[in-house]
């Protein structure tokens, strides 16, 4: 009850729907007990992050995932290329 403190203090509250805990570093495959919120909610722990389209995964060292950006660009290079590639001159293919 102690640790959110400082967030009354400051009038801030944490949003239990957006935030979530992680752990990078040796022990980060480690069992840990949800944390408690003054109001009593939980969060919860996971194994990725996502943080301004870039994802954090849970790790021994810091290490972002560019899988969903590589799947992305090509979702969207193969919906404009599937409306284009077939009607547009090979230069411009």
């Known amino acids: ?7 009354h203090w400051l009038d801030m509250s944490i949003n239990v729907k957006k935030s979530a ?8 495959n480690a069992k840990c007990h949800n944390i408690i919120t003054a109001e009593g ?8 992050i996502r943080y301004l389209g870039v994802y954090v ?10 899988q ?3 799947r992305s660009f ?13 009607v547009a001159s090979e230069d411009v293919t």
Request: with cysteine; proline share 2%.
């Open 41 to 48: 909610h939980e969060l919860t722990w996971v194994d990725n």
């Open 21 to 28: 805990c992680m752990r990078v570093g040796p022990r980060f």
């Open 68 to 70: 969903n950006a590589k």
């Open 1 to 7: 009850m102690m640790r959110f403190a400082q967030l």
């Open 57 to 66: 995964t849970a790790t021994r060292t810091f290490h972002c995932s560019i």
């Open 74 to 86: 090509y979702r969207a290079f193969n919906a404009i290329f599937g409306k284009v590639g077939r």
